[in-house]
């Protein structure tokens, strides 16, 4: 628990952060050139000045809060150590950014440890804004946002999350033949943080990840839990399963993300099971 309440000004530069981010992406594209951080793995020029936007705004407004972000600057090794924190991927989908394929976004959070109090996620291309505020609800562009009832694999759309390199041996591999035929339909987007956004509003009913980072995740788990949807830390097989509302550990967010808890039971039970 945090000793903080998020407030609507928390929530207001949370927002504002994500859409400058975004902006500023635009303003790269087509114009970069591209680094690479590993085969599968790529960094621009506009993941860089994305977060730069991003950090000013959030200091401006909050001086003594920490900052957590994807691509590392180099005054921000002091704030990191600060456990309330603005936990931030300037850049969310990078490789479809790169290709030019339409699933990307910003996302910025506030969080406390691992408490999460307030996320916004913003896809410049669709002009979506989804937002939370921790006990106060999920927003897409200031609607109200709900996620599914869907109970049954057999009636669910879900996504997954594959890291960049995935040996067919893989346990991220192998929930995934576990779940396939169970299941509707999955889908991979290239996107962690919008496939969070979409089970808040209900397009998906699951999204799953193995391995991933703080920043990819930390906006959406709150917009799920927040749109009335359920989270859990998704454990090893052979390792003691937790219950849906779990708290997620930031420093290693393997997850399961469901409409409703039968369903997150469930679709974990068949991994578990593999």
Known sequence: MSSIEPTEEHLRVCEDAARAG??????????????????????????LASQT??????????????????????????AEANPLRWVVDPLDGTTNYVHGYPAYCTSVA????????????????????????AGHGAWLN????????????????????????????SLAVRDFLAVLPEVRAVRRSGSSA???????????????????????VAAGLLLVQEAGGTTAPL???????????????????AFLAAGTPHLLTTLRDLMTAA
Not at 194 to 212: E, P
Request: proline share 9%; hydrophobic share 40%; net charge negative.
């Open 22 to 47: 975004a902006a500023v992406l635009q303003s790269w594209r087509g114009r970069f050139a591209v680094s690479s951080k590993g085969p599968r793995d790529l960094v621009t020029e506009a993941d």
């Open 53 to 78: 936007e991003i950090r000013r705004l959030v200091a401006a407004a909050f001086p003594d809060h920490g900052f957590e972000g994807e691509e590392t600057l180099p005054d921000a090794a002091a």
């Open 110 to 133: 506030l969080a406390d440890g691992d408490t999460l109090l307030v996320g916004a996620i913003y896809d410049p291309l669709s002009d979506e804004c989804f937002t939370a505020r």
């Open 142 to 169: 200031g609607e109200p946002l709900k996620a599914t009832s869907t109970r049954e694999p057999s009636e669910s759309l879900v996504a997954v999350s594959f890291p960049a390199h995935s040996a067919s041996e």
């Open 194 to 216: 919008l496939n969070l956004a979409y089970v808040a509003a209900g397009r998906l009913d699951a999204f799953w990840a193995r391995r991933i980072a703080s920043w990819d």
């Open 235 to 253: 454990i090893p097989p052979g390792s003691p399963q937790g219950n849906p509302g779990d708290t997620i550990p930031l420093s290693n967010p």
